[in-house]
């Protein structure tokens, strides 16, 4: 019988096969995949004064975090396209979701040179998304993952392959948003609102509500980062450092973003209930320090 060094070693040297096809992971760069005006960063006096040791190590967890972030949802968007295979209708919606998930573990692939520590413990958004990703039945999952989710992906990664500094992570951020737009496309032929049974709709009116959320609180990352390397005092000055970053005119754009992407035909109930909960609308400074401090 293989050991488990064996059997995992083995299965590697399969999956790297595999992904030669469609090309290896580029060699990562020496230097941070981002500079400090992509985060903000340079509105911020702390950051601005900090030692250069201290200003990388903040860049560096920044970019981490977003990184980290991104190869989990892509190796969630495995065992998504994994349940959709299993709850496909047909023969031709079965082929769909597994050419999607071999896009989804390639993308986990090319990441994974960018993210040396892959920590397996989650944060609360990768909880929320793993979570739907196990409990959701199909049609909801496709409306989330592919075309709120997915159709989200396109803008996110161009945006990231655009300013990043390092050539191979660069090219493989616009190689996948070219897929993302792919992905999007076929969550919307997959998708019926009029599918969507009342359960359904309950479902997707708490998961979007969730996710929301945790887009509304801001650049909670960056702000831990900066109190990890520099430390940022009380409340008070964690809403200052909040403010410094922009967070509400980001954040704002992000909001607007998804509420274009969730206001599908059909679909206005969902937006309205979003509306009235007033989820479309970036925290303030102030809102967002609260939340940092409670979860410090």
């Not at 592919?146 to 990231?160: K, T």
């Not at 049974?197 to 831990?224: D, H, K, Y």
């Not at 909001?255 to 969902?270: F, I, K, Y």
């Amino acid at each position: 019988m293989k050991s488990v060094e064996d059997r995992e070693s083995a299965l590697r040297r399969a999956g790297e096969r595999l992904l030669r096809k469609h090309g290896l992971p580029g060699a990562r760069g020496e230097g941070a995949p981002w500079g400090p005006d992509f985060f903000r960063l340079e509105r911020v006096a702390r950051f601005r004064d900090a030692a250069p040791k201290a200003r990388r190590a903040v860049l560096d967890a920044c970019a981490a975090s977003l990184l980290a972030e991104s190869w989990f949802v892509e190796r969630c968007g495995v065992t998504f396209c994994a349940r959709m295979t299993l709850l496909a209708d047909n023969a031709e919606e079965k082929r769909l979701f597994a050419l999607i998930g071999a896009d989804e573990a390639t993308h986990s692939a090319w990441l994974e040179p960018w993210v040396p520590r892959r920590d397996e413990r989650m944060d609360s958004f990768n909880r929320l998304i793993s979570a739907l990703v196990e409990t959701g039945s199909a049609q909801p999952l496709a409306f989330l993952m592919q075309v709120v989710l997915e159709g989200f992906g396109i803008v996110h990664y161009g945006r990231l392959g655009a300013a990043c500094l390092d050539p191979a992570l660069a090219a493989t951020l616009k190689r996948m948003a070219q897929d993302e737009a792919v992905h999007h496309a076929a969550g919307l032929a997959v998708f019926d609102p009029a599918r969507l049974t009342v359960q359904e709709r309950r479902f997707l009116a708490e998961a979007a509500f969730e996710f929301l959320e945790m887009i509304r609180n801001g650049p909670q990352a960056a702000v831990a980062a900066l109190d990890r390397a520099v430390g940022i005092g009380d409340g008070a000055d964690a809403a200052g450092i909040f403010e410094d970053l922009a967070t509400e005119p980001e954040t704002s754009g992000k909001l607007v973003e998804m509420r274009r992407l969730m206001a599908r035909p059909g679909m206005e109930w969902l937006v309205g209930e979003l509306d009235r909960k007033g989820v479309f609308a970036p925290c303030t400074p102030a809102e967002c320090s609260r939340i940092y401090i409670a979860a410090r």
